[in-house]
């Protein structure tokens, strides 16, 4: 076997292990005793006992089912900015489920704020549909496959006898390359989506977004509780954030909560 093959099959090799640890990592556990207890509490109307357990059990790891539960109590409870969090934070690991986007609509109409938002290049929106096809495991999984693709690929390349079924399998092992470096790109992408989230939820009553980050600065708009922000920059006490419509501020750490 050549250097390169070989230094090639360490890379992809690393790649695996590094998604491995992800797998592990991203599955999460949640304490099953507290979330039913959760359910039961829920069931018997007493939201704020199932608030309670929905978030000891939060503590234990997160799944779209405990936090749309979590968004279900918050919302009986009329605390509509904690449902819109919870149902946002569900939506990140299951994107496609109906009843997280109809509640989560449903829970938006709540808030005073109503933003146009500003179009999405079609490029990206056509990125941010492909990824939402699956969560991160999904996609991380057929990046494993790929790379398996890739090995026997490469096992037939060494010990085929004939010219044509090696020129066969180095073509499949490249086109099985690329679709691995795709598959890996979207599995980051989908990881930094559930796990790295950079938008937060207002959840003060209303605050004043600054034009710079102190209290001197001009209001430029005011918020109320519920909004979704996005998150830019950080300074000290103080976020650079940027609404559905464009408009850049600095709002007070303090006031949001990162979804």
């Avoid at 919302?75 to 934070?89: D, P």
């Avoid at 060494?158 to 598959?183: H, M, N, P, Q």
């Avoid at 300074?235 to 709002?251: C, D, M, R, S, Y």
Wanted: charged residues 20%; contains cysteine; aromatic residues 14%.
């Amino acid at each position: 076997m050549t250097t390169t093959w070989k230094l090639l099959l360490l890379c992809l090799i690393g790649a695996v292990t590094q998604f491995d640890v992800n797998f592990a990592w991203a599955e999460g556990t949640t304490s099953l005793e507290l979330f039913q207890k959760g359910n039961a509490a829920y069931q018997s109307k007493d939201y704020q006992k199932a608030i309670g357990y929905y978030e000891s059990a939060s503590k234990e790891g997160s799944s779209s089912s405990l936090e749309f539960n979590l968004g279900n109590a918050y919302f009986k409870e009329k605390q509509f900015a904690k449902s819109i969090l919870h149902y946002e934070r569900a939506q990140r690991l299951a994107p496609n489920d109906e009843d997280i986007q109809f509640n989560l609509r449903v829970a938006s109409v709540k808030t005073v704020d109503k933003i146009d938002v500003m179009p999405q290049i079609f490029y990206e929106r056509w990125w941010i549909t492909f990824t939402q096809r699956m969560n991160e495991r999904s996609w991380s999984l057929l990046f494993i496959g790929s790379i398996w693709l890739i090995f026997i690929a490469c096992f037939v390349y060494f010990f085929a006898t004939t010219i044509r079924t090696r020129k066969i399998a180095l073509g499949f092992s490249f086109v099985s390359l690329l679709v691995a470096v795709l598959l890996y790109f979207t599995a980051s992408f989908r990881k930094h989506i559930e796990y790295d989230s950079d938008a937060a939820i207002v959840m003060t009553t209303s605050v004043y977004v600054k034009s710079s980050p102190d209290e001197k600065g001009n209001d430029l708009l005011i918020l109320h509780e519920g909004t979704k922000v996005e998150l830019l920059d950080e300074l000290g006490e103080w976020k650079k954030i940027k609404i559905a419509n464009g408009t850049v501020g600095w709002i007070n750490s303090a006031t949001i909560e990162k979804i």
